[in-house]
């Protein structure tokens, strides 16, 4: 279980308490978290679960894969700390985590 | 006109139906919603259960839309196991299977639709199989396993990726296509043959321009499909991909215009103002394309429901979409986007021999539609072009060393 804040992009925060296993993005979408779309719900096949990443949580969260880089690399709004939400996967270690949300996900 | 202490009545309680309830929430819709499903589970996603459920790599948890209590915690009145047996437009109600009656100011059909039967003899022995729910799914996955013969009838993208996932568990699998090509009616002749090439590498026996004339069984369960050339391939069970049709009798038997889908305007209101349709069971316009068109994937159904909860809650409506889809088979990811319609040249960027490459379908300088194998660059940026209707320069296009952020003219 780990404790994910989730901060929209007109500032609003929710904070969720997320299983082990579950990806950062089914932690918001379960929980009807706005602003993580997740069209293709986990395949890395739409870039809709697009966040920000906080510095501090840029080793916990893992590296990106090849694939998920190059979806990214075409995504609305990219910066360095974007991370496809799908592709994180959460464990203990990640309690506390902090994601920001971009203004659309389109 | 827009109230948000509305009743709601949502008919189909799939990816489209269960969005639709989540989203209204979300946009502050404060009056009673009623989600009505005719399976036993809440809302799940559908696409896994051809790939990553049907191979093991996805729980039953995983592929809900949102966990079970979400719904009394939403004040969402989910009512499974039912269906819309009658709708009443003049009263505003909906007569269902349990008996009780439903009243509504505002309906939502989501109803989605049913995967096509062949009509020949046989298909009603056990182990002929369709795939459509969790529960389809459940009787696929107890069939298939080291040894199993699976005989995939249809070509389409479900049967590919039952054939994919069938491999992957051990199954021997001949796909029976009616066709002289796979995905003859979704896809162009270059990925037909790349699909057909990576399957047989796999061990996937086709047999191509073949039509099933019937099934074969002993104690009521299916040993074999006949073929109209008189063989009998032997099977211990058999999938049916070969379409599937909108679930709109409900919508036509009310009057609502109806054109194989309830017909539908850009906030996905039928010709009766108090009802919408979305997802697979709506016949939707398509500005892009400039025409009308059903379409049975994910994106579509969200985008809809999107429209619907956003007219419903008196919001902007949402901006326009590209459509698009996915089809996961062994280690290829193939991303779909936008339609070929008044396309004038199919135009290939890179090796398919290397298992990663594009084909753009064109209109004059535009680009009306993406096939993307293991390529999301040419997936993300062509799928913004179709949307921009942006030109493009055929050359730089066709050349895969130029980025695909210099491909535009």
């Known amino acids: 279980m780990a404790k994910i804040t989730y901060i929209e992009h007109d500032g609003t925060e929710h904070v969720v308490d997320v299983k082990t296993g579950l990806t950062v993005m089914e932690g918001a979408v379960k929980n009807n978290v706005p602003g993580i779309d997740a069209d293709c719900g986990g395949a890395c096949a739409c870039a809709t679960c697009h966040v920000y990443v906080d510095e501090a949580w840029k080793d916990k969260t893992g590296e990106s894969s090849a694939m998920e880089e190059s979806m990214l690399d075409f995504a609305e709004n990219v910066e360095p700390s974007s991370r496809l939400s799908c592709q994180i996967k959460v464990s203990d270690a990640l309690d506390g985590l902090v994601v920001r949300l971009p203004e659309s996900q389109h | ?409």
Request: net charge negative.
């Open chain 2, 1 to 409: 006109m827009c109230d948000l202490g509305a009743n709601i009545v949502i008919l189909g309680a799939g990816h489209a139906g269960g969005t639709a309830a989540a989203l209204l929430r979300q946009y502050g819709h404060t009056g009673p919603i009623t989600l009505v499903g005719d399976e036993p589970l809440a809302p799940y996603q559908r696409p896994p259960l051809s790939k990553a459920w049907l191979k093991g790599e996805a729980d039953a948890d995983s592929l809900a839309l949102k966990p079970l209590e979400f719904y009394p915690e939403h004040q969402i009145d989910f009512r499974p196991n039912t269906r819309a047996v009658k709708l009443r437009r003049s009263d505003k109600l909906v007569e269902l299977s349990d008996g009780t009656t439903l009243s509504y100011d505002i309906l939502i059909l989501a109803t989605g639709a049913r995967a096509i039967k062949l009509p020949v003899p046989g298909a009603d022995l056990a182990g002929v199989l369709e795939l459509r729910t969790a529960a389809d799914a459940e009787a696929l996955k107890a069939a298939v396993g080291p040894g199993k013969r699976l005989a995939v009838v249809g070509g389409g993208y479900i049967g590919l990726e039952v054939a994919a996932s069938g491999r992957a568990l051990g199954a021997e699998v001949v796909v029976i296509e009616r066709e002289p090509r796979l995905l003859a009616r979704v896809a162009c002749e270059a990925l037909s043959d790349f699909f057909q090439g990576v399957h047989q590498a796999h061990g996937v026996v086709f047999e191509m321009g073949a039509s099933v004339t019937g099934f074969v069984g002993e104690n009521g369960h299916v040993t074999g499909v006949t073929l109209a050339d008189g063989r009998t391939l032997p099977c211990d069970a058999a999938v049916i991909g070969v379409g599937a049709t909108p679930n709109d009798e409900l919508a036509a038997e009310a009057g609502l215009e109806t054109a194989r889908g309830v017909v539908v305007n850009l906030e996905a209101r039928s010709s009766d103002p108090a009802i919408f349709a979305i997802g697979d069971v709506a016949h939707r316009p398509m500005p892009l394309y400039d025409r009308m068109f059903r379409m049975e994937s994910v994106p579509n159904a969200l985008e809809q429901a999107k429209q619907a909860a956003s007219a419903v809650t008196g919001r902007p409506p949402p901006a326009g979409e590209a459509p698009w889809q996915w089809s996961d088979q062994y280690d290829l990811k193939l991303q779909i986007a936008g339609y070929p319609f008044d396309a004038d040249e199919v135009l290939l960027r890179g090796d398919p021999a290397s298992g990663k490459f594009a084909v753009f379908h064109l209109k004059g300088d535009q680009i009306q539609s993406v096939e993307a194998i293991n390529s999301p660059p040419e997936f993300m940026m062509g799928k913004q072009l179709i949307l921009n209707r942006k030109a493009v320069s055929k050359a730089k296009l066709a050349d895969p060393s130029v980025s695909m952020k210099e491909v535009v003219a």
